[in-house]
């Protein structure tokens, strides 16, 4: 997709003169009036698609030139930067990047696929890595005009120092601009309107100032968000894919910074459509449903990039964590394995081997890990059955290593206290679906009560549709499109797996509809069924229901 928005030819741009705290809008000036007017104007002189060789030598001329005297004159320089930004512009303009007539956003070409590739090779976050420069870059880049403007408030040496930096960090910034690709320093040549070499470029007021220090504080959540999802990757929390939860933090993030320069002299942002297309390919892949963020009417809120950030930190810590509790548990279950296997060998049962198992127990029970976990109760199985068999010391100790680590029933504290939570989601699920239709897509073999659901889940009404996916595909378009079409549905509920190209198409039809739909990984039963729906919608259900009382 493209930047999740791409601004009409016409919009206003930032202007450094302030009225009332606002914005006089002012078209970009280059010595004409409007240049996306201009450029439609059926009088401009348009090159020959095989000039001649005079004209080619008159142009080499020209350009030998320019850059001769760029060489000489910071004028000349600004200058050729101002139109390499412009011609930049207007690329993106000719290629065309507008949203569908149904609000989803669809992808500006660039010199780019506008369709994700699945199935490319290497970590799933390589595609990021110009991003996390860039976005560096153009924090740091937005930073330092909002620091040229911020001199008004300093007089003297203290203005003078303070100035000196700001140059030399321009500088640095400049030259290492080389080496970012696609990169418009629009917040360095032109942060506030006026180019950055005209008089009172930087005299603007600090609400003014203020936007553009959003906009670099959007581009430092972006880039802790990619950095982030690079090291998770790293640590292996990205094995079975990303995880949805922090899919929807990065859909927030690059949102919220296609909000902040909703008024900046650029019609997108290459950071902010790269990260677009990344988590467009990752839903895909792994289906994965993030229904926030990602169109152009439901944009995150600019002035919140400093929770964003918090939230990334905490989810990340919370993934990390989990991570390593997982591997700890896999290499302790490993050894304990490999120990009872030793056990169960002919001869092998000897006190050395006991003491060893009984070390690998021990860890287990230090790290915090469930006596009564699954996979050490069927590892030990084998072993307690055939311990009565063993003689001697080593039987001995074997026999009471056993019987002191004998994995022990749910506590029913635990039951209670998930009874409790799966009661709530229920009454939760009772209270936001309550007067609403809901369609349920059932595999044949499901054997559903669709009025003991409609009364367990409260809602109006429920439609069990049944949706063969080994059947004929023609049969299954169809159900699919009826139900669809009759638009009276306020949330479906998909029971069945449908092939990929199904499933897409589908989400595309919930999202065009506005109609939140709930995948159900599990079994259909209304606790289940309640579970996923405040997992996946219950947020956005909320929102609606505080809406219609509002």
């Known amino acids: 997709m493209v930047p999740l928005a791409s601004k009409a030819p016409g919009r206003a741009r930032w202007s450094g003169v302030g009225i009332a705290g606002g914005f006089r809008h002012e078209p970009l000036q280059f010595g004409s009036p409007d240049l996306h007017t201009q450029a439609a104007q059926p009088h401009v002189t348009v090159l020959p698609s095989q000039p001649s060789e005079d004209l080619t030598k008159a142009l080499s001329h020209l350009l030998k030139v320019c850059l001769e005297d760029a060489a000489k004159s910071h004028k000349t320089r600004d200058s050729l930067r101002a139109l390499t930004s412009w011609l930049t512009e207007e690329l993106e303009a000719l290629e065309g990047s507008k949203a569908a007539s149904h609000g989803v956003l669809t992808p500006a070409a660039r010199g780019r696929a506008s369709e994700p590739t699945i199935g490319s090779e290497g970590p799933l976050t390589d595609a990021l890595n110009v991003v996390l420069k860039r976005t560096r870059w153009k924090a740091a880049a937005c930073r330092v005009s909002a620091g040229r403007q911020a001199l008004r408030h300093l007089t003297g040496g203290e203005r003078s120092a303070a100035e000196a930096q700001l140059s030399q960090q321009e500088r640095t910034l400049r030259e290492s601009l080389t080496q970012l690709r696609d990169t418009i320093p629009w917040m360095l040549d032109q942060p506030f309107g006026v180019r950055a070499n005209q008089e009172g470029a930087f005299d603007v007021p600090d609400a003014i100032a203020a936007k553009l220090v959003t906009v670099a504080d959007c581009y430092e959540a972006l880039s802790m968000t990619v950095e982030k999802a690079r090291e998770l990757e790293e640590a292996g929390v990205f094995e079975d894919g990303p995880p949805r939860a922090f899919l929807y933090l990065m859909a927030e993030a690059q949102s919220a910074l296609l909000a902040s320069i909703a008024d ?10 790269d990260v677009f297309l990344w988590l467009k390919e990752q839903t895909t892949r792994f289906r994965i449903y993030v229904d926030r963020h990602m169109r152009l009417d439901d944009l995150a809120d600019c002035a919140q990039s400093a929770d964003i950030r918090q939230r990334v930190e905490k989810l990340y810590t919370e993934l990390t964590c989990e991570r390593k509790g997982r591997r700890q548990r896999g290499q302790l279950l490993s050894k304990i394995r490999y120990h009872v296997g030793k056990l169960l060998e002919e001869g092998g049962t000897t006190c050395s081997e006991v003491a060893s198992l009984g070390v690998a127990l021990k860890r287990w029970s230090e790290a915090g890990l469930d006596r009564g976990d699954r996979g050490l109760a069927e590892a030990l199985s084998e072993l307690r059955a055939r311990a009565g068999g063993a003689e001697g010391e080593a039987g001995e100790l074997l026999a009471s290593l056993l019987g ?16 409790e939570r799966q009661g709530q989601s229920l009454e939760e699920t009772r209270q936001l679906i309550g007067g609403l239709r809901v369609v349920l897509l059932a595999p044949p073999s499901a054997q559903l009560d669709a009025k003991a659901l409609t009364s367990d889940l409260g809602a109006a009404d429920l439609e069990v549709l049944t949706v063969d996916v080994d059947g004929p595909k023609e049969a299954r378009a169809a159900a699919l499109e009826g139900v669809l079409s009759a ?4 949330l479906f509920l998909l029971g069945v797996r449908l092939a990929p190209e199904e499933y897409n198409a589908f989400k595309e039809a919930c999202l065009e509809q506005k109609v939140a739909f709930v995948r159900l990984p599990g079994q259909l039963t209304a606790l289940a069924i309640a579970h996923q729906v405040m997992r996946q919608v219950g947020w956005r259900l909320r929102a609606q229901l505080g809406e219609a009382a509002t």
């Open 264 to 273: 900046a002299p650029v019609r997108s942002d290459s950071d902010q459509r």
């Open 404 to 419: 002191s680590n004998r994995t022990s029933p749910p506590r029913p504290a635990d039951e209670k206290l998930q009874e």
């Open 487 to 490: 638009r009276d549905a306020a």
